[in-house]
């Protein structure tokens, strides 16, 4: 009898112990992974702000592809949310903030625990890249739940790793979308020509792209200083290329409506384009990847038979990479000029 007396009591001091060990548990909790990744902060926010691209990194419906997940109307931007069902347990996200490239802020409500605040930044960093970090909080705990967190091994050991697997795929999805590309010959077109404004340098193979957006930005602050209205998209002329040291002459420019006259002072001269048939090339997709797209053009030059003309190769980019964050979405244009004959003329 005294044994079971002492037993109980045994039993009874443990479970008073165990009640203040939880008591005096934080009333609060807060979880934070960081991670950089290779792209703009801008395409990092665009894929986190939709809810429907999460299945493709969230690292809790990689371990639990039975998941069931259902989209509203709207998954994107403020308002925008998504439920799940896993494992007999519902929950809830919903944006309740959010600064564009910036920052995004959450509500998550899971089962009949007490809600959490989700917190995402986007730091740029100088080399391009964006330190991303996701925050978890929650705020006054019910006994209950502090009891099941100490448990467990705190809500840091619970969530800590899928945060971290969630970031991994986060990164790999978002660089890899970067390396997308195609090329495609498109055939012979008639490119219109016009005025434009141009300043001609020489460059080699390792610093080409740095040397062309210098020159572009130096003749749109020109235009700029002296209310020239911009006519079209930024090109490139290939004046000379050597293929053997990757060393070009080239002339960047920039379409205007009128000939312009410059001052004798200013490297920024004006020239004319005559209407021109050309073989047209399009690359979606990295500059980087211009020179495979050249390499296609060239080959197609050849397979077709069609013979060059004068005129010197250019390339057109159609859209702004400074407003288009992924490069896979980028496109430029290729025209090498050719020389018409008969046939040529009659299905142009």
């Known amino acids: 009898m005294k044994y079971i007396k002492y037993l109980l ?46 299945k493709d990194w969230n690292a809790w419906i990689e371990e639990n592809p039975e998941m069931i997940i259902t989209y509203p109307e709207q998954t994107k931007d403020i308002d925008g949310s998504y439920t799940w069902l896993s494992k007999g347990e519902t929950g809830r996200m919903t944006t309740i903030a959010a600064k564009p490239n910036t920052s995004i802020t ?81 055939g012979i077109t008639e490119h219109g020509g016009g005025f434009y404004l141009y300043k001609t340098t020489s460059a080699s193979g390792k610093n080409i792209s740095k040397i062309i957006a210098r020159q572009h930005e130096e003749i749109i602050s020109y235009m700029s200083k002296n209310t020239i209205i911009q ?56 500059y980087t990847y211009l020179p495979k797209a050249w390499e296609t053009a060239y080959k197609a030059i050849t397979e077709l038979k069609l013979e060059r003309s004068e005129d010197k190769p250019f390339e057109i980019y159609i859209n702004d990479s400074k407003k288009v964050p992924n490069p896979s979405l980028w496109k430029t244009e290729i025209y090498i000029p050719i020389k018409l004959n008969d046939t040529l003329t009659s299905n142009l």
């Not at 203040?20 to 992974?33: K, M």
């Not at 959490?116 to 929650?138: K, L, M, Y």
Request: contains cysteine; charged residues 15%; aromatic residues 10%.
């Open 9 to 54: 009591f045994l039993l009874l001091i443990t479970f008073i112990a165990i009640a203040i060990y939880v008591a005096v548990q934080p009333n609060d909790y807060t979880v934070t992974r960081s991670k950089t990744i290779q792209a703009p902060a801008s395409l990092v926010y665009n894929e986190v702000i939709d809810f429907k691209n999460w």
């Open 106 to 186: 959450q509500n998550m409500q899971l089962g009949d625990q007490p809600s959490a605040q989700v917190d995402w930044t986007f730091t740029p960093n100088e080399d391009g890249s964006t330190e991303v970090t996701w925050t978890i909080s929650g705020h006054d705990l019910p006994f209950g739940f502090k009891a099941y967190s100490a448990y467990s091994g705190g809500m840091d050991k619970q969530i800590g790793p899928y945060y971290e697997r969630s970031l991994e795929l986060l990164d790999r999805k978002v660089v890899e979308s970067m390396k997308q590309h195609s090329t495609k010959v498109d």
């Open 231 to 286: 006519a079209g998209m930024p090109f490139t002329i290939y004046n000379d290329m050597n293929p053997s040291t990757g060393n070009v002459i080239m002339t960047q420019a920039i379409p205007v409506m009128n000939n312009v006259i410059n001052d004798n002072t200013s490297e920024i001269l004006c020239g004319y384009m005559p209407k021109t048939t050309a073989l047209k090339t399009t690359l979606k997709g990295n």
